[in-house]
């Protein structure tokens, strides 16, 4: 499955830096903190996205 590369990057460190560094005992709880992060942060870009669309479509929509 193809990804952006912000969330490619995010969804490794999900599945494979925390839990590795978890399993370790390096550090605890963190997984769950960061992967709440990450679906925060895919959100804000989906909304940015959005707000792109409107205003490329607004722009299209003046006539001068």
Excluded: G
Excluded at 6 to 17: K, T
Excluded at 19 to 26: C, N, R, Y
Excluded at 42 to 49: A, T, V
Excluded at 50 to 57: E, T
């Amino acid at each position: 499955m193809h990804c952006p590369p912000r969330r490619a990057h995010s969804r490794s460190e999900d599945e494979i830096v925390f839990p590795a560094l978890e399993s370790k005992q390096a550090l605890r709880n963190v997984s769950h903190a960061y992967t709440l992060d990450h679906q925060e942060e895919e959100k804000q870009f989906i909304d940015l996205e959005q707000v792109r669309k409107w205003y490329w479509w607004r722009q299209s929509t003046i006539t001068l």
